[in-house]
Nanobody, 127 residues
Framework: QSQLVQSGGGLVQPGGSLRLSCAASGFVLDDYTLGWFRQAPGREREVVSEIAPGGATNYADSVKGRYLIFRDNAKNTMYLQMRSLIPEDTAVYYC?????????????WGLGHVAYWGQGTQVTVSS
C-alpha cells in the first residue's frame, strides 16, 4: 500500500524548534514534487513549503528564514525543520506528494494534483 506516514510535532515553547518527518512507502519520493501544508482552527489549509524533484524550494512568506524543507532519498523521507516558532505556527501539519504545476508565463511552480497525503500531525506553540 502506497502511503505517507508522518512523525514529529508536539508542544513547543515560542522560539523553539521542531522537526517533522514524512516517510513514504510503496513509491519513490524523489519522483514527486513534495510539500508541507498546515491548517489552523477555523482557517483554510495553506501551503507552507514545497520541494521539486531537482531540489528547488518554495516557502510561504510567513515561514521564510525559519523553516527548511529537505528530503533524504536514501531514507525515502522528507522533512520540515522549523525554528524560531511562534504561536501563529500552531496548526495541524500535513505532508503531500504529487505532480508539479507550472505557470509558464511567470515561471512559478508548485505542487499540483496531490496523489498522497500524510495523516497530519499537531504542532502547538505555546508557553
Amino acid at each position: 500500500q502506497s502511503q505517507l506516514v508522518q512523525s514529529g510535532g508536539g508542544l513547543v515553547q515560542p522560539g523553539g524548534s521542531l522537526r517533522l518527518s514524512c516517510a513514504a512507502s510503496g513509491f519513490v519520493l524523489d519522483d514527486y514534487t513534495l510539500g508541507w501544508f498546515r491548517q489552523a482552527p477555523g482557517r483554510e489549509r495553506e501551503v507552507v513549503s514545497e520541494i521539486a524533484p531537482g531540489g528547488a524550494t518554495n516557502y510561504a512568506d510567513s515561514v521564510k528564514g525559519r523553516y527548511l524543507i529537505f528530503r533524504d532519498n536514501a531514507k525515502n523521507t522528507m522533512y520540515l525543520q522549523m525554528r524560531s516558532l511562534i504561536p501563529e505556527d500552531t496548526a495541524v501539519y500535513y505532508c503531500a506528494a504529487g505532480n508539479m504545476s507550472i505557470n509558464y508565463l511567470t515561471g512559478e511552480w508548485g505542487l499540483g494534483h496531490v496523489a498522497y497525503w500524510g495523516q497530519g500531525t499537531q504542532v502547538t506553540v505555546s508557553s
